[in-house]
Nanobody, 127 residues
């Protein structure tokens, strides 16, 4: 069993930055592929970024060049650095974990790839 706890969300003005953290427990982080997803009110959950167990990263087009996913295996923590935030980035952000060894972008972008989910952290970007 893997437990995930997100933190770092909040209210920020457009153009600002936030760094989300996802603390993991129950399994060595280096054995896991990790993803960030988000869900805005009235919309489906969507893929934001992923990092494979080997460290390969992938992003949805709308955040490329603004967001960066990283992992600190020693600290069992995954990060999502979000820069140049826009009002349309407003959502609940979820961290997810998978035992998958795949580095395929299409595979890691699917919510069904992930067996474990955090409770989410709210990000609100004001215009």
């Amino acid at each position: 069993q893997v437990e995930l706890v997100e933190s770092g969300g909040g209210l920020v003005q457009a153009g600002g930055s936030l760094r989300l953290s996802c603390a993991t427990s129950g399994r060595t982080l280096s054995d896991l592929a990790m993803g960030w997803f988000r869900q805005a009110p009235g919309k489906q959950r969507e893929f934001v970024a992923a990092i494979s167990w080997s460290g390969l990263t992938s992003y949805t087009d709308s955040v490329k060049g603004r967001f960066a996913i990283s992992r600190n295996n020693a600290a069992n923590t995954v990060f999502l650095q979000m820069n140049r935030l826009k009002p349309e980035d407003t959502a609940i952000y979820y961290c997810a974990a998978s035992h998958s060894e795949s580095s395929s972008n299409s595979y890691l972008s699917r919510p069904t790839t992930y067996a474990y989910w955090g409770q989410g952290t709210q990000v609100t970007v004001s215009s």
